[in-house]
């Protein structure tokens, strides 16, 4: 008798799947739910993404790549048109890569990448920032109280036009500015007009018309400083501020009747910094003021002379002062005649910063503080003994390249000049300290932290350009705290032609008139012979007397460095800035 099987159906599949069991009740694989019959693929599979997050710059932003970990098969998608995915799909663990399009709208933008296996998904987020916050081309910003320097790389695409706007003040106005060829190739552009306290953005544009996003170049963010209270440092309606002045006008400005018109006696006039202002003996002063360059995002205003500010006739001045301004004579700017490293005039081109001649007026006090000079015949001269300036002061000046008249000067005649200081500065390159020969009564002359190098020419045939040149016009000459270097080297017994940077090989002559009461303390000179003129030197003896060199003394003296780098056995001796 032959035995029948029957085999229902559903006994079958339940066999054929556990044949297939890895361990578990019912594996991985699939899954059987007999009272439904209802069958899931895929149902715990699994996938996980790294990283999770994506952030682009708004523009060139390279491409990201996103590393996927999944048990099955998986795709991939987003509904953003501006990302571009390497691939839609995968199988187990594998990589795609996102690109970003260029984002030229003001405000970040964001997108979700979307990755399923079987019923799994997970997400990559996507954040693009706004191309407000590109820097692109811009380096560097820098904010006073009235002005921005913004700063860029100037081998990128060059920049035409600059907008800075006010965003936390809605009231002060915004300033747009050209950017010329020349201006690019510095490689930074001040904005003035700027209100204090305020929050700017300033954009860059690579066209001087069109300023949107497709000539959009970069933009930095910052707050201007408080402004100072001039007020409270020169009174009230006694100080004007025209650092706000068109660039190119303001050239001029100091020339014109119609500013000194309009400033009262007593007032400060406060100067852009690195701003040019042209003087010469059209400037004539009636009264006391104050030239001072404000906060500024550079230097010094500048001073650019082609003759010597002067006194109106009869005036009677109480007190001119010059705060942190650099003169310079027009003959020594770069391309001019007698810049000083090419420079053999010895009168330097013949400029003057301030001369009177014969006015018949009195200055009580003339002040020069933190100010350079530099290429002039001299610095402070009068030609009469009816121009008086009874107080004059020098603190903490560079004074480089100054010709035969001496840094100040008399012109050998007796004006009323009591008191000369120079105090914490640097000279160097000049024939003469000074020429005062006659003055019309007794007067101090004082030099205290000063270091000299250079100065003052050389010469041998005679004793007439020293560095202290005084008659018998009782002088009291008080050093104290000073480097005196070598002289300057010339050619010709008398120095026909000076050689700056470069010191004599004759000796020097610092004295010529023993007459003078000599005070000296803590003061050297370094180690150069006294000049021989027909069997006598002229000396100052109380000058101790340094074992080394210029070049042993100072770092690099022949590149207007006069960091003192060897050891004197004492401190605070010569100009602050040098002291190490």
Known sequence: ????????????????????????????????????????????????????????????????????????????????????????????????????????????????????????????????????????????????????????????????????????????????????????EKGYIDVYGLKPETVYSVYAYKDSITQDNSTYAGCMTGTTLAAPNFDEKYGAGKWLDIRNWDEKEAKDTLKTVEFWAAIPDGAAIILRGEQEYKVNNSVKFNGSYTFVTGPTLGGNARFISSGGLTCASGASIQKLQFEDIDFISDKALTGGSNEIATNTDKGFGGRQVFNNNGTNSTVEELVFKNCSMTGYRSIVRVQNANDAIQKLTFKGCTINGVGDQGVVTTNNKAADWRSVTFDDCTITNIVMLCDLRATAGEMTFTVKNCTFCYAPIETTSNKNTPLFRFGSNGVTLNIQNTFFGPSMASTGSTGDDVLTYQAGTAGSILLDNQEAQVSVTHSFKTKYDWTLIVEATYPIDALTELNMTETELWKAPAEGDFTVIGNVGETGIGASKWQQ
């Open 1 to 184: 008798m032959t035995r029948k099987h029957t085999i229902f159906p559903y006994a079958a599949l339940l066999l054929a799947l556990s044949a297939c069991n890895d361990g578990n009740e019912f594996g991985d694989g699939y899954q059987v739910s007999l009272g439904s019959t209802s069958i899931s693929a895929n149902a715990n599979a699994g996938i996980s993404v790294s990283p999770t997050t994506l952030t682009f710059s708004a523009t060139s932003a390279a491409a990201q790549t996103v590393s996927v970990t999944a048990s099955a098969s998986w795709t991939v998608k987003t509904e953003a048109t501006w990302l571009t995915l390497s691939k839609t799909s995968g199988t187990g663990s594998d990589t795609f890569t996102v690109t970003a399009a260029d984002n030229n709208d003001t405000t970040d933008r964001s997108a979700t990448i979307t990755l399923t296996c079987g019923e799994a998904t997970t997400t990559v987020s996507v954040i693009q920032e706004n191309i407000l916050k590109v820097w692109g081309s811009l380096t560097a910003i820098m904010f006073i109280d009235n002005a921005v320097r913004l700063s860029w790389n100037i081998d990128d695409d060059a920049i035409h036009s600059i907008k800075a706007v006010p965003t936390t003040d809605t009231g002060a106005p915004t300033i747009t500015a050209y950017v010329s060829s020349a201006t690019f």
